[in-house]
């Protein structure tokens, strides 16, 4: 019977082997150059790992001080800012307790410009809108300033959009490395790309479940489909999978192939962005470093490689929750976790943050400044895909409270706000650094930027600028010098005559230079300005770099030049900066991938030159605030603050401005249509609203008088000259110390009058 079937076998050898041969060489033949191929992939793929990894971009971190002005509802908006939740007694990092104007605040580890910052817990007591008291929250002493961890505000993506922050194995959790194999590949040490025991137990598990609830691929298998392959289902990706999986556990280390493991699978998306890694995805759901998890979160995210949109915790959170509680019973069957912690940790809640934590680069404003001064240094591609954390200036709460501030003053305006926009330019008072940028009345709306390209006619912001080369020459010049408010008529180049006139239609005669500035008369400013010449304030504007074209005719002394707000930003800093140039800057600096610094961007102020001067202007403009064109503030409640500012207004009310400042901030405002047709508003009527209600609830610093190189007297304001404190009109006059006048007008004639008055009154009273 043996020989029966051997010689069946021998005859069908005969007609099987020349086609067997020929089909065994020819897979052979093309098998070997295949792999050969696929062999080069994996190299290159491999022999240089990376990814394109986003850029972050950070706002200002907040430095809480003694004297700080903050209120509670600010504090607040900068912890959300930052993903803090409110959590009852603010044990675990990115948490937070309030009890009235008392916080703790458990502040998360971050790596700053300086260095990393540990997590600590911090006390904060808030008194009368300002910092009273740091101490720390476990030993309760008192601490010097202490810097929160800053808020991310946007992720510059490249090409592939992937969130992603890598993650070495010796920084990953040791639960996380070990439960991630328990899961998903517990013969992965052992294996070699591929397991049959696996697969065969797999199949066992999902025939007796009626339904998929195990997988058969390695975790070799797994990063084959992240790195090389696509999602179709068919034996050509499957048997490609296989292949790969052989040549990488053929050419690398298992520490190597899990590594990549842990940055590349996919665990989440929001939006257009989609989460690769456990350190990412760390942030993304919990909003907390990956090394600060716990085992129930560690067990959610290992239970999500199964399937992220399944088991999304947001939207599935039953779903997640018996998954979580599957991989935990995992890792206790595993020896991982003991009885106690599983019990614990099935028993937690899910805990993921309500959104998800990656930002929505809702200040679009501020980042095309952002980008504009990072393009100096790094060209796109690298801003892209580099891992750069780049550090800006921006204020949360400024930003909020900007934003807030246009949609009150609109919704005043009634049917003057239709077609009407807006854009507004926030700075710290002294260091240039810009906290806020809007570029238009929806301030989420990207597109074009009017706080950085619409240059518009600025009007009266010029004025000061006159005046500060003027008060430049104390010989010449003070405060208290009289000037002539009188008719203008100067031929223009068309043969026409340039006749400006007051905003009130009035001539007000020889008045100080102090309330022509105060009251923004044009015809005296235009006096002054041609006495001190065109061409020295066209010279002083230029000074400031802005790369604008400078208008060389007198009609510049009235503000027919065109700026943005930004540039008026830019000038005022200058007043607001006590007179030093000081550049507006939106980045601090840049740090690697790795947290090195790669760039920091100090702030060089000017020498400082004509300091007595701007303190003159600046008080004038503080009368121009509180009595003059800006009086609203003080209408407003605002008088506290002392500030100091300036209206604009450009021809037929097409443009509405305000410039003014505090001790601590800068805020610029330009109120305008896009079509260039009259608004209808003046600068007091439409920008200085929104000033006002930004400083309605922006904590900041009362503007103290000017001092240091002035001396102030009391002034007859009508002759210029020295007077009593008691005589009729008398008012104090800051002055370049040693320029103060030296003629006197005494007042004794007041003082007849009075006395005679006080004689007849007396006279006429009946007698008793």
Known sequence: MLSGLFSVIAWAWRWLRAPFLLALGAAIGFLGPYLFILDRQVRSRFDDLSWQIPSRVYARPLELRQGLPL????????????????????????????????????????????GRERERRIAVTLSGGRVGALADADSGQAIGPVRL????????????????????LGEAPPLLVAGLQAVEDRDFKSHHGIDSAAILRAGWANLRAGRVVQGGSTLTQQLVRNLFLDRSQNLLRKANEVLIALLIEARYDKRTILEAYVNEVFLGQQGGQAIHGFAAASEFWFGRDVRTLGAA?????????Q???????RRYPQRAMTRRNRVLAQFFETGLIDEKTLTAAQSQPLDVSAAGALPRNRYPAFLDLVRAQLQRDYPDAELDSAGLAIHTTLAPSTQLLAEAAIGKAFATLGTRADAVEAALV????RDGDVQALIGGRNPAAPGFNRALTAARPIGSLVKPFVFLVALAQPQRYSLASLIEDAPVDMPQRDGSRWQPKNDDGRLHGAVPLVDVLANSWNLATVHLGLRVGVDRVRGLIESFGLGRTINPNPSLLLGAVELSPLDVAQLYQYFAADGHAVPLRALRGVLDAQGRPLARYEVKSGTGDY?????????????????????????????????????????????????????????????GRDDNKPTGLYGSTGALRIWIELFRRLPSTPLDPPDGGLETVWIDPESGRRTEEACAGARPMPFAAGYAPT????????????????????????SR
């Not at 008088?639 to 410039?659: E, M, V």
């Not at 003629?743 to 009154?761: K, V, Y």
């Open 71 to 114: 209120d509670p509802e600010t504090l607040v908006m900068e912890l959300d800012a930052a993903r803090y939740r409110a959590e009852a007694g603010a044990r675990q990092a990115g948490t937070y307790a309030r009890d009235g104007a008392r916080f703790t605040i458990a502040r998360r580890g971050f790596v700053w410009l300086d």
């Open 149 to 168: 961890e800053p808020a991310r505000i946007a992720t510059l993506y490249g090409s592939e959009q992937e969130e992603r922050r890598i993650l070495s």
């Open 297 to 305: 979160d560690i067990a959610l995210l290992v239970g999500l490689v």
């Open 307 to 313: 399937g992220p949109s399944y088991h999304d915790p």
């Open 426 to 429: 926030v700075t710290g008072a």
């Open 611 to 671: 300091v007595t001067a701007s303190r003159l202007v600046t008080h004038a403009l503080q009368q121009a605030a509180r009595d003059g064109t800006g009086r609203a503030i003080g209408e407003a409640g605002l008088g506290h603050l002392r500030a100091a500012g300036k209206t604009g207004t450009s021809d037929t009310q097409r443009d509405s401005w305000f410039a003014g400042y505090t001790g601590s901030q800068l805020a610029v405002a330009w109120v």
């Open 743 to 766: 003629e006197t007008r005494g007042c004794a004639f007041d003082r007849l009058r009075q006395w005679l008055g006080s004689d007849r009154t007396s006279s006429d009273e009946p």
